[in-house]
């Protein structure tokens, strides 16, 4: 990921602390900020990044309005804003992180002064939150948040400065470049968990519910309890970002049932657990179960348990597992679920597919216990009712779009990653479309879950770089009436032949079947599998595979 470092202080010792898989840029000077996003042939530009990281020190901020008026000092702020809006409007495809500032007090004063400090800070706060509303591809990075948490003795360094211009401890650096870190992987969507496994007993409640009863469990809104429903907020936060949750717990489950129903203070319902596996079976097996039910890896769970021989069960059977320590004291609870989110499933924006992710699974087990009932698969296929829309992207699709390109992997033909960034090129070139679909049933909406990208390549062929689909709604043979329709397409544009390439990783070996079923030859294979088919449309579509869905052009 391409990465633009700019600030208002000397941040060249801070940049070195991103970890490597980011090509970072530095301006040159570093009161140059606004020079490198005002004139388009900076070298900022130039370099083309796919995300521009603002860090900018209030107190340099406040340099040379020393004694100013309040009315002059939010005039310059003024300025500074809009010199971020009009790059952040020029360019729609990169991302800009924006710090809000912390300003130490500049001056003596008694108690009746007003803080003019306070007042910069949360007047730059508030005009970056208004920018961020207009323009979507502009953030707030919360910098005051991480010196709040470390406190200005540890983050600020007066000896750097004095001697090298450099306001931020080594601490302070190494805080700062793991928050940028994390920022850029978000973008890239590498690292980001998908489920979250939860055991009940002194975990998401105090005490054992078959011992202590209804009445004899720590929840409440006040008092000792109350750590466990605010560790429960949280949790139900995660879920509302789109944060599958799945419960794991050795149990009877009518004593659990009852807290579900019984329990007064209860945050998290039934209904918010995609999964639930409550019963005597190993913790081991119980996972194995819910990546089976969820149709996802176990290398997508976060698995948290106060029992450390049950962590450590998962840690030895299943070390893909990631199994985070369970804090001594459990008045930390609700600050150990923030870091498991920073950790583990931090998202710059969440989508509507991502809010809708625990229905949708929900509606995926109904889905299987039809398949189970039908008396064959076409009966099951036909009596879903599915409905299939494509159309060429637009710019609202272009988040969910990028997100399909990072996180799909079974049923990706190519496993390119690709960011809104590189979408929107795609989009705009005369060479190349993009395609994204929406699949619904009787069940209800799986949203946005296929994405193709079809490039040209002059006389008369057109190639497959992408070709995806989100595990959700595999196996409906989706894929190949997608496929049928874009070779309809192609065969209106006079393209005779059409070529897919196939990369195998360990994870996308279903989408190799759809390969197997069309009609076309290998014209290429590699050692490591990379293999190239092409497909004569003269002679029609490649595609044999009867459709069971209505499909909807748009």
Aim: charged share 30%; hydrophobic share 40%; proline share 4%.
């Amino acid at each position: 990921m391409k990465c633009a470092l700019l600030s208002n202080s000397n941040i060249e010792s801070l940049s070195r602390r991103v970890d490597t898989r980011h090509e970072m840029f530095i301006g040159e000077g570093y009161g140059s900020w606004i020079q490198e996003l005002a004139n388009p042939t900076s070298a900022m530009w130039r370099f083309g990044p796919a995300a521009v990281v603002l860090l900018l020190d209030g107190t340099e901020l406040l340099h040379g309005y020393e004694g100013a008026k309040e009315d002059t000092l939010f005039t310059a702020v003024d300025e500074q804003i809009t010199w971020i809006e009009r790059a952040a409007e020029l360019a729609p495809a990169v991302k800009f992180f924006v710090s809000n500032i912390d300003v130490p007090p500049l001056s003596v004063r008694s108690m009746k002064q007003v803080s003019i400090e306070r007042r910069l800070e949360a007047y730059w706060y508030d005009r970056l939150v208004a920018l961020g509303a207009r323009v979507p591809n502009m953030y707030v990075m919360d910098v005051k948040g991480l010196i709040e948490g470390r406190g200005r003795e540890q983050f600020y360094s007066k000896k750097r400065w004095y001697l090298g211009g450099m306001q931020y401890s080594v601490v302070a650096e190494k805080t700062l470049a793991k928050e940028i870190t994390r920022t850029l992987d978000a973008i890239a969507g590498t690292g980001r968990k998908k489920c979250l496994l939860v055991d009940l007993d002194n975990t998401l409640w105090g005490g054992v519910i078959g011992e202590d009863g209804l009445e004899g469990i720590q929840l409440s809104e006040t008092g000792e309890g109350a750590r466990y429903r605010d560790f429960q907020r949280r949790i139900r936060q995660l879920k509302d970002l789109g944060v599958i949750l799945a419960i794991v717990s050795k149990n009877n489950y009518t004593d659990v049932q009852e807290v579900f129903d019984n329990h007064a203070d209860m945050v998290l319902k039934k209904d918010d657990f995609a999964s639930l596996k409550i019963n005597w079976s190993t913790k081991p097996q119980n996972i194995a179960e819910v990546a089976q039910d969820l149709d996802i890896g176990s290398d997508s769970f976060v698995f948290i348990d106060d029992n450390p021989v049950d962590r450590e069960a998962v840690r030895s059977a299943m070390p893909e597992v990631t199994v985070p320590d369970f804090p001594a004291d459990t008045t930390l609870l609700p600050a150990f679920l923030d870091q498991i989110y920073q950790d583990y499933f931090f998202a710059l924006e969440s989508t509507e597919e991502d809010r809708k992710r625990t229905e949708t699974y929900l509606q995926n087990a109904k889905r299987a216990a039809e398949r189970h009932a039908a008396w064959s698969v076409e009966e099951f296929l036909t009596a879903l009712k599915t409905k299939i829309t494509v159309r060429k992207v637009m710019d609202e699709d272009l988040p969910r779009a990028a997100q399909l390109t990072q996180k799909t992997n079974q049923f990706n033909l190519t496993t390119r990653r690709y960011t809104e960034q590189d979408l929107q090129g795609f989009r705009r070139s005369a060479d190349s479309a993009v395609y994204i679909a929406s699949v619904s049933d009787k069940f209800g909406d799986n949203g946005k879950t296929f994405l193709a990208i079809l490039k040209k390549a002059p006389p008369d062929t057109a190639e497959v770089d992408t070709f995806l689909m989100s595990c959700r709604v595999m196996g409906r043979f989706i894929e190949d009436q997608i496929l049928d329709h874009l070779v309809r397409e192609l065969r209106q544009q006079n393209v005779a032949k059409l070529r897919l390439h196939f990369f195998p990783t360990k994870k996308n070996m279903p989408a190799r079947a759809m390969l197997d079923r069309l009609k076309g030859k290998i014209v290429s294979q590699e050692e490591n599998g990379n293999t190239t088919w092409e497909y004569d449309l003269t002679q029609g579509s490649p595609v044999t595979q009867p459709a069971y869905a209505e499909l909807m052009p748009r």
